[in-house]
Nanobody, 124 residues
């Protein structure tokens, strides 16, 4: 049974930074792709960033390119999302997800395991 536990969310002013963490247990973390999704009120859950199992390939949504960085530490079974220059429109619940494959996909239905989510609120 896989468990994903996010942390690091909170309230921050526009222009500020947060670093989200997602700790995984219960499966061979280092062989699977990971991603961060977010869901704002009354909106669909959408991908923010993704990273291949080895960390050698990443993806970013256009809305966060140049501001967010996804990374992973396979020795620590943890994936991170560094978020800089935050904007009010980044306000959402952020979820980490694991895909049971080395490569990532962009569709949430390709991810089998999910964390409980962490709230990020950016004030203007």
């Amino acid at each position: 049974q896989v468990q994903l536990v996010e942390s690091g969310g909170g309230l921050v002013q526009a222009g500020g930074s947060l670093r989200l963490s997602c700790a995984a247990s219960g499966r061979a973390f280092g062989v699977y792709a990971m991603a961060w999704f977010r869901q704002a009120p009354e909106k669909e859950r959408a991908i923010v960033a993704a990273i291949r199992s080895t960390g050698g390939n990443t993806y970013y949504a256009d809305s966060v390119k140049g501001r967010f960085t996804i990374s992973r530490d396979n020795a620590e079974n943890t994936v991170y999302l560094q978020m800089n220059s935050l904007k009010p429109e980044d306000t959402a619940i952020y979820y980490c997800a694991m895909r049971v494959d080395a490569g990532f996909r962009l569709d949430r239905y390709d991810y089998a395991y999910w964390g409980q989510g962490t709230q990020v609120t950016v004030s203007s």
